[in-house]
């Protein structure tokens, strides 16, 4: 795979993910804003893009839009890789908010 060792992933690979998560997962983008982005607060939050060292995302909180760029923990390689961090980083973020 080409874009496997490219430091970012296509549009079109950023696109379809943020789409999926926007539509199918808006709660665990609010979680990891609250988690990772350390945004506090905030009722809404939508994935912007996503590349291979991190995820934009905007959040509202308090009525105001609040940017948040959160890195990952590893370079990502491909689109499976993000799949499996982003669920990996909800249920990280769903074991800290519970305690």
């Known amino acids: 795979m080409s874009d496997q060792f490219s430091?970012?992933?296509?549009?079109?690979?950023?696109s379809r993910?943020?789409?999926?998560?926007?539509?199918d997962?808006?709660?665990a983008v609010v979680?990891?804003?609250e988690v990772?982005?350390?945004v506090k607060n905030a009722t809404t939050a939508q994935m912007l893009s996503i590349d291979a060292l991190g995820m934009n995302l905007t959040a509202q909180v308090d009525g105001?839009?609040?940017q948040v760029r959160i890195q990952f923990d590893h370079t990502l390689a491909d689109a499976e890789d993000a799949h499996q961090t982003l669920i990996a980083m909800v249920k990280?973020?769903?074991v800290k908010?519970?305690?």
């Open 7 to 14: 430091p970012e992933f296509s549009p079109e690979i950023s």
């Open 17 to 23: 993910i943020c789409k999926h998560m926007n539509e």
């Open 25 to 27: 997962h808006a709660d």
């Open 31 to 33: 979680i990891y804003a």
């Open 36 to 38: 990772f982005g350390n």
């Open 64 to 66: 105001e839009t609040v």
């Open 92 to 94: 990280q973020a769903r």
């Open 97 to 99: 908010i519970s305690s």
